[in-house]
């Protein structure tokens, strides 16, 4: 279903296993930054009314998910740390040239939306089948079926918006640019690296 072309290397598990709460505490903001990326689509693409829509009710999801990892964390005695860059997210950013029609930009930044669930998709399902810790496990579970749902709802929207051939071409070089990207990150306590 995702089509991802280079799938998670087993041992970031591991190491997400043995840095929790570093690896909590990027979700966190992994969260905090959808939900403000929802909100930027809001403000960028106000026109698009079914978009808007959408996104107020991401913005008002990615918050709760925040919310939930917080009080995880909280729950189990750890603190949130320092917000750090994600390099995994930064690159992608960067992949489609700046310019171009205003549709054009709405439909790259929304197949790059849809490209960072979608890995958060894979990683979560990852996390819900390997994590020993069975209540971190299920939580991740809950997770994972929310992200499926937005990794669907991103690329819809840009196969609405645009058109399909195109769209679905520039889908596929996404796609193969984010293998190129994976392989050179190397395997970290974050959520994308």
């Not at 958060?120 to 994590?131: A, D, I, K, V």
């Amino acid at each position: 279903m995702l089509h991802l072309k280079l799938p998670t290397d087993p041992r970031w598990v591991n190491i997400v296993e043995k840095n929790i709460e570093e690896i909590l505490t990027d979700h966190a903001y992994c969260e905090q930054k959808a939900a403000s990326s929802a909100i930027s689509f809001i403000i960028g693409f106000p026109e698009y009314s079914e978009l808007v829509a959408a996104m107020s009710d991401l913005a008002i999801e990615e918050m709760s998910h925040f919310k939930m990892v917080h009080d995880l964390m909280v729950e189990r005695g750890l603190h949130l740390g320092r917000e750090r860059k994600d390099e995994y997210v930064h690159k992608l950013r960067f992949y489609f040239p700046k310019g171009g029609s205003r549709v054009e930009s709405l439909i790259n930044r929304l197949l790059v939306a849809a490209l960072i669930e979608g890995r958060s998709c894979e990683r979560f399902r990852l996390l819900s089948e390997q994590l020993e810790d069975k209540k971190l496990a299920k939580f991740y579970r809950k997770l994972m079926i929310s992200e499926a749902g937005h990794y669907t709802m991103f690329l819809n929207f840009a196969r609405q918006y645009g058109d399909r051939k195109k769209v679905d071409a520039k889908w596929q070089e996404l796609l193969d640019f984010e293998k190129q990207v994976m392989k050179d990150l190397s395997v970290k306590e974050t959520m994308h690296g």
